[in-house]
């Protein structure tokens, strides 16, 4: 049994209100949620939805009005515990300009490892192996005013993967991007889940950028309101057009060829691939 | 947009690039004595001509110099004037009320030369020395203040946030401006008291994105650990060789020098 679950995310009944002059807003209400090491998952919702609040409770920048939030067993909202859960859960914010700090990039990647006290031949290291994660080395003594915004969230990544966490919250990594950069950071998230291992938690308000996610977890007004693959969320149209939300093209062609009474493969993610299977039958 | 580019670091490998940021820091806070203790006009000079030679020797073509003094050139011809006018001597040439003495030209100069090298001086400095060397260095002098309980770490962590805020501020400045322009808004009318209204319209909006910049800044700072402690990381960047104790003593001698001239 275990008391302590070691390589999970659990939210146990966590509910968020936040407390203002004369009023409170309730931003998430009765999460259960359990994720594991290794997964890829996507969280959708419109606006006001509450995954701004859900990413900063998972790394204890918010804490939970009541119920718990457990990092591998540790809870956010004890102080000893928060520099070890904000060192297995690192996050990248939505907008690339307020979230680098440094000057320079290569400082700005060694900022995290260098804050966990790590001697500097290892923070030299990891400087080296994040930045090649990335694609970015010969970025390294730049400033980052002057890379473009996707250079700009590739940094903020790499900085976060620096410190080696196991699981990596993205609120709305993309949002800002062009469709060009988007892709690019999207295929990286794929890489470090599939190559790494790392955990990924990727929230947009964009479903085609969710699309390679293996659980998608559909926020609504503060609530889980659907859940499941990809395929299984984006089947219901009744349930999305309910709360305004349109399902990608890919998944109205999906279902399309299913309703003609073929079987389409889960692990389809783009339309060409689609295609090509649809030659072959 | 190419303005700002005044007093960035220009990546080279000269000998002036490659000394110790904090013999660079210590030559700079040298000058900074020397040029104020001093009203020596020919030491002036030849301190003007050591900065240039520097400035040579750091292969900072003279071009980007004098583009970023034109920055300053209303300052100091100001000083300049100020002073040649408003100094009491024996009078050479009659303005109208006003009279441009002997003595004002001379303190005049003196003043322009001690501000050319102190500009010189921390454009050099800023230009050939990296941010993050900076900091380095400047955390390293100032890290004794510790023990009399002043944050040092927390000093160097809100300059290295300037260093990398200050173009983003400039850049956001501009396109506010734009965005005012556009809507009719006039920043050169010969109207002093609408032109303060214009700079106030980009003044809040600027404020306003500045207190929610410094908002998620602090949280991605916290995401990531951020303590404070003193940054070994950029300290161990820092490494005294045979030159930096040479022109250190050199430094030291000038100013001495200066000090007896004065
Ligand atoms: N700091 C805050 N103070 C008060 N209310 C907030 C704050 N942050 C978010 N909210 C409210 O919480 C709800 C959820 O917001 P948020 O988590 O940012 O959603 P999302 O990221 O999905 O847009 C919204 O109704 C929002 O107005
Ligand atoms: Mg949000």
């Known amino acids: 049994m275990s008391g302590r679950a070691e390589n999970m995310i659990q939210l146990i009944d966590v509910s968020k209100e936040y407390k203002m002059a004369d009023s409170c807003r309730v931003a998430l209400q009765h999460i259960n949620l359990t994720i594991s090491e290794g997964e890829y998952i996507g969280i959708l919702g419109l606006n006001q939805s509450g995954k701004s609040t859900l990413a900063r409770l998972l790394n204890g920048l918010l804490k939970p009005t009541t119920g718990q939030v457990l990092i591998n067993g540790m809870a956010t909202d004890s102080p000893q515990e928060i520099r070890q859960i904000r060192q297995l859960l690192g996050m990248v914010f939505q907008n690339p300009d307020n979230q680098l700090i440094c000057p320079v990039v290569e400082e700005e990647i060694a900022f995290g490892p260098e804050n966990l006290g790590l001697p500097p031949e290892e923070v030299n290291k990891r400087v080296d192996w994040a930045l090649e994660l990335v694609g970015m080395q010969e970025m390294r003594y730049h400033a980052p005013h002057l890379l473009s915004g996707g250079q700009k969230q590739k940094v903020a990544l790499a900085s976060v993967l620096a410190m080696q966490p196991r699981y990596l919250v993205l609120d709305e990594p993309t949002s800002m991007l062009d469709p060009l950069s988007r892709r690019e950071i999207l295929e990286h998230l794929c890489r470090i889940n599939q190559e790494n291992h790392i955990t990924i938690i990727l929230i947009s308000h964009h479903p085609e950028d969710l699309l390679d996610a293996k659980r998608l977890i559909l926020l609504h007004e503060g609530s889980i309101y659907m859940q499941g693959t990809p395929k299984e969320v984006f089947k219901d149209m009744e349930k999305l057009k309910a709360i305004g939300l349109k399902r990608p093209g890919l998944y109205q062609l999906i279902q399309q060829v299913e309703e003609e009474g073929y079987r389409i493969d889960d692990n389809i993610k783009t339309i060409p691939q689609l295609v090509e299977m649809i030659c072959r039958i | ?262």
Request: proline share 4%; hydrophobic share 50%.
């Open chain 2, 1 to 262: 947009m190419n303005d700002i580019k005044l007093g960035q670091y220009v990546h080279g490998y000269s000998l002036i690039h490659l000394l110790d940021p904090r013999t660079k820091i210590i030559c700079c806070t040298f000058i900074v004595i020397s040029i104020l203790s001093n009203h020596n006009f020919w030491y002036l000079l030849a301190y003007l001509g050591l900065i240039l030679a520097a400035i040579k020797y750091s292969g900072i073509p003279y071009k980007s110099i004098w583009r970023s003094m034109r920055g300053i050139r209303y300052l100091l011809l100001i000083t300049f004037l100020f002073q040649a006018v408003l100094t009491p001597g024996e009078g050479l040439i009659q303005l109208g009320a006003l009279s441009v003495t002997r003595e004002g030209l001379s303190i005049g100069l003196i003043n322009l030369l001690r501000l050319v090298i102190l500009f010189l001086g921390s454009i050099l400095l800023l230009m050939t020395t990296t941010p993050m060397k900076l900091s380095a260095g400047l955390e390293y002098l100032l890290l004794p203040l510790n023990k009399i309980k002043i944050p040092v770490q927390h000093f160097t962590t809100i300059i290295s946030i300037s260093f990398r805020f200050i173009p983003t501020l400039v850049e956001e400045s501009i396109i506010i401006k734009d965005a005012q322009r556009s809507r009719g808004a006039s920043f050169d009318s010969p109207k002093i008291f609408s032109n303060i209204k214009s700079y106030l319209a980009i003044l809040i909006p600027l404020l306003a994105s500045s207190m929610l910049r410094a908002e998620e800044l602090a949280e991605a700072m916290d995401s990531r650990c951020y303590g404070g402690n003193p940054n070994q990381y950029r300290m161990q960047s820092l490494k005294y060789r045979r030159v930096d104790i040479y022109l250190i003593i050199f430094m030291t001698m000038v100013l001495f020098m200066g000090l007896f001239l004065g």
